[in-house]
């Protein structure tokens, strides 16, 4: 069974970094193009980054330049620097395979940019 379980979110002034861990459980990961969405309160879900199995990484154009995302296919694991962060940033922030896939979403992690 697939799981994503994303931690690192927090509280942040507008300005601060904040770097978040997305862990994959199951037989999934290293074959697949990983990606971070978020989705902010009354909006809908949108992709953020997105990174193939050879590195090569996409970005929304809201967050090109700030975000950052990697992965460590040796511990299943998609990270997401996030520098630079604007309030228009806060969401709540999820991992899943890009495409998506309706049944690996997972809880997510709060991102609140705040001062």
């Known amino acids: 069974q697939v799981q994503f379980v994303e931690s690192g979110g927090g509280l942040v002034q507008p300005g601060g970094s904040l770097r978040l861990s997305c862990a994959a459980f199951g037989n999934i990961f290293s074959g697949y193009t990983m990606g971070w969405y978020r989705q902010a309160p009354g909006k809908q879900r949108d992709s953020v980054a997105r990174?193939?199995?050879?590195?090569?990484?996409n970005y929304a154009d809201t967050v090109k330049g700030r975000f950052t995302i990697s992965r460590d296919n040796a511990k299943n694991t998609v990270y997401l620097q996030m520098n630079s962060l604007k309030p228009e940033d806060t969401a709540v922030y999820y991992c899943n395979t890009a495409p998506s896939y309706a049944a690996y979403w997972g809880q997510g992690t709060q991102v609140t940019v705040s001062s």
């Open positions: 990174i193939n199995s050879g590195g090569i990484t």
